[in-house]
């Protein structure tokens, strides 16, 4: 039997009542949730798995169970809120408003 680290213990520990909020697909989104939970005044970790479902290493943003209603609420509301900016950005970067609008005709 393999014998594990206090270390081990020490992060097993921090983590119990912890629940996962949401995986990040890489650190700096993980990172991101992590401070936008914090800010929020919801204590957060971020603990990577060994292997998700396709194989990769899955990035997950935990939080106590208590508050995991609230957390997955500023979570989506910032989702949502950035998939809108980039909608927005996407819109204006397409429209051609030196096109024909501003041609004079003489």
Do not use: C
């Amino acid at each position: 039997m393999a014998k594990r680290s206090k270390k081990e213990h020490k992060s097993e520990a921090k983590l119990q009542g912890f629940v996962v909020v949401a995986f990040a697909k890489d650190w700096e989104q993980a990172r991101d949730y992590e401070t936008l939970l914090r800010v929020n005044d919801i204590p957060a970790v971020i603990g990577a798995q060994e292997k998700g479902p396709e194989g990769a290493k899955e990035i997950a943003v935990m939080v106590p169970e208590e508050s995991l209603d609230e957390a997955h609420v500023i979570i989506e509301s910032q989702n949502a809120y950035d998939d809108y900016y980039d909608f927005a950005m996407e819109e204006e970067q397409d429209s051609d408003f030196d096109s024909d609008l501003f041609q004079d005709d003489y």
